[in-house]
């Protein structure tokens, strides 16, 4: 008989209530604990939160009880958000406590540096926050004020007249950065975590996760050489739950074209992401470690063309209603990979270039240069039949974290990757 892993849902909304359903409905898992951060749903039957009867388990909002229940692996689903307040320490609280953990956050390579990476200085992270635009409320009403008195701040720091003692300010702004925005842990870190608690990380979902660190890199597999590759995701956004990023406001759509630029906020949380994507496959098709990636982003709003109501949110025309994100890998200056994302809320505002999927709705084209040849995939759904329904997205993810738990927890400690290796079985039919 198979063995039944026991496991721990964080943070049970789109994605992870999906996975706690699924994993409540599965013969293969026992879910021992669900960590919310609602105060209502706290006390409430696991069952009851997944849409199905009473199991006789409930959910609460102590870190305590969770680091102490026995489980084999912790679905980790927590908001975008929530990687800028504190989620590292989580996950490192996990590992250390000898749980496996598979997330849909940004665990794909730890090892690749980001904006607020804890080998960044101090001050160079508060010189990017003072430039970071916020629109919507998903980091709280107060962060507006906050960012314009830090601007302030900076500017004076960085004038003339201060510049003897930044190396002190540096030292002494440290602890206040971590404890108003913690820095994200380093590879490093993770890795003791993982070899302190005897258990692995790995990150997966649709995107990163499948369609680059499986797809495009072992569609890579039929070149002899590889010179460049382009990976392109266009999503339309209006049937998304309000619960991502704290609603489309947050994102920047329905806002002024001028309140959407390179330092938006989705710009820089998407670092998090595309950054290990990219290091990734710098290391799978170049064999460069991730501290010779080099990332630079360029992202603009599109202005909507159609009203659009979607959600609490009303796109209306002249306001955003497409947003173009390209992250751009480089080796010293070789552009090695651009991935690009282009969201839009409501078929009348999707924003298609001369290199985009031909579908209204949502897609993604892979190209790969080199030779012998030179290889394009298109991933396209039929405008006509499309329904805007978000589950797709939500349940590949749910699929790509729930599928590889079991093969988790018998890796050895550390930090896990996709294996593109050739692998063989014994035929038995």
């Given at each position: 008989?198979?063995?039944?892993?026991?496991?721990?849902?964080?943070?049970?909304?789109?994605?992870?209530?999906?996975?706690?359903?699924?994993?409540?409905?599965?013969?293969?898992?026992?879910?021992?604990?669900v960590k919310v951060f609602s105060p209502?749903?706290?006390?409430?039957?696991?069952?009851?939160?997944?849409?199905?009867?009473?199991?006789?388990?409930?959910?609460?909002?102590?870190?305590?009880?969770?680091?102490?229940?026995?489980?084999?692996?912790?679905?980790?689903?927590?908001?975008?958000?929530?990687?800028?307040?504190?989620?590292?320490?989580?996950?490192?609280?996990?590992?250390?406590?000898?749980?496996?953990?598979?997330?849909?956050?940004?665990?794909?390579?730890?090892?690749?540096?980001?904006?607020?990476?804890?080998?960044?200085?101090?001050?160079?992270?508060?010189?990017?926050?003072?430039?970071?635009?916020?629109?919507?409320?998903?980091?709280?009403?107060?962060?507006?004020?906050?960012?314009?008195?830090?601007?302030?701040?900076?500017?004076?720091?960085?004038?003339?007249?201060?510049?003897?003692?930044?190396?002190?300010?540096?030292?002494?702004?440290?602890?206040?950065?971590?404890?108003?925005?913690?820095?994200?842990?380093?590879?490093?870190?993770?890795?003791?975590?993982?070899?302190?608690?005897?258990?692995s990380l790995h990150g997966t979902g649709?995107?990163?996760?499948?369609?680059?660190?499986?797809?495009?890199?072992?569609?890579?597999?039929?070149?002899?050489?590889?010179?460049?590759?382009?990976?392109?995701?266009?999503?339309?956004?209006?049937?998304?739950?309000?619960?991502?990023?704290?609603?489309?406001?947050?994102?920047?759509?329905?806002?002024?074209?001028?309140?959407?630029?390179?330092?938006?906020?989705?710009?820089?949380?998407?670092?998090?992401?595309?950054?290990?994507?990219?290091?990734?496959?710098?290391?799978?098709?170049?064999?460069?470690?991730?501290?010779?990636?080099?990332?630079?982003?360029?992202?603009?709003?599109?202005?909507?063309?159609?009203?659009?109501?979607?959600?609490?949110?009303?796109?209306?025309?002249?306001?955003?209603?497409?947003?173009?994100?390209?992250?751009?890998?480089?080796?010293?200056?070789?552009?090695?990979?651009?991935?690009?994302?282009?969201?839009?809320?409501?078929?009348?505002?999707?924003?298609?270039?001369?290199?985009?999927?031909?579908?209204?709705?949502?897609?993604?084209?892979?190209?790969?240069?080199?030779?012998?040849?030179?290889?394009?995939?298109?991933?396209?759904?039929?405008?006509?039949?499309?329904?805007?329904?978000?589950?797709?997205?939500?349940?590949?993810?749910?699929?790509?974290?729930?599928?590889?738990?079991?093969?988790?927890?018998?890796?050895?400690?550390?930090?896990?990757?996709?294996?593109?290796?050739?692998?063989?079985?014994?035929?038995?039919?």
């Amino acid at each position: 008989m198979t063995r039944r892993h026991r496991l721990i849902i964080w943070g049970p909304g789109d994605m992870g209530g999906r996975a706690l359903r699924t994993a409540l409905e599965s013969p293969r898992f026992d879910v021992v604990g669900v960590k919310v951060f609602s105060p209502h749903k706290h006390g409430r039957d696991i069952g009851e939160l997944a849409g199905l009867p009473p199991v006789g388990i409930t959910a609460t909002t102590s870190k305590a009880e969770i680091l102490a229940l026995e489980a084999d692996c912790v679905v980790h689903t927590p908001t975008t958000p929530a990687l800028v307040q504190g989620a590292d320490a989580d996950v490192l609280d996990l590992l250390e406590s000898g749980k496996n953990v598979v997330s849909a956050a940004s665990y794909h390579n730890p090892a690749m540096p980001t904006w607020l990476s804890e080998t960044r200085s101090p001050l160079g992270v508060l010189r990017t926050v003072a430039q970071m635009r916020v629109t919507g409320g998903a980091f709280g009403p107060q962060l507006p004020k906050a960012l314009s008195a830090l601007k302030t701040l900076m500017r004076v720091v960085d004038s003339p007249p201060v510049r003897f003692a930044r190396p002190a300010l540096d030292r002494l702004a440290g602890p206040l950065v971590d404890r108003a925005i913690p820095r994200r842990a380093s590879g490093e870190r993770l890795q003791a975590a993982c070899l302190r608690g005897g258990v692995s990380l790995h990150g997966t979902g649709l995107h990163p996760g499948l369609m680059v660190e499986q797809l495009l890199l072992r569609l890579a597999g039929l070149l002899d050489e590889v010179r460049e590759v382009r990976f392109l995701e266009v999503g339309d956004l209006s049937c998304a739950p309000d619960g991502m990023w704290g609603g489309l406001a947050s994102l920047g759509f329905g806002m002024p074209l001028r309140a959407v630029d390179s330092n938006h906020a989705i710009a820089l949380m998407q670092h998090f992401y595309f950054d290990a994507v990219l290091a990734n496959v710098g290391h799978a098709l170049f064999g460069v470690s991730a501290d010779q990636v080099r990332v630079e982003r360029h992202v603009y709003p599109v202005p909507a063309r159609v009203r659009v109501e979607a959600g609490g949110s009303v796109i209306e025309p002249g306001s955003v209603g497409a947003i173009h994100m390209s992250y751009r890998g480089y080796i010293g200056d070789r552009l090695f990979m651009t991935n690009a994302e282009c969201w839009h809320v409501g078929l009348g505002n999707a924003h298609l270039g001369p290199d985009h999927p031909r579908s209204l709705a949502s897609g993604h084209v892979i190209t790969l240069d080199g030779s012998p040849a030179r290889i394009e995939m298109r991933n396209e759904l039929d405008d006509e039949t499309h329904s805007g329904d978000w589950s797709a997205v939500t349940d590949i993810s749910v699929k790509a974290m729930v599928d590889v738990i079991p093969e988790l927890c018998l890796a050895p400690p550390g930090v896990a990757t996709p294996d593109l290796s050739p692998r063989l079985r014994l035929e038995t039919a």
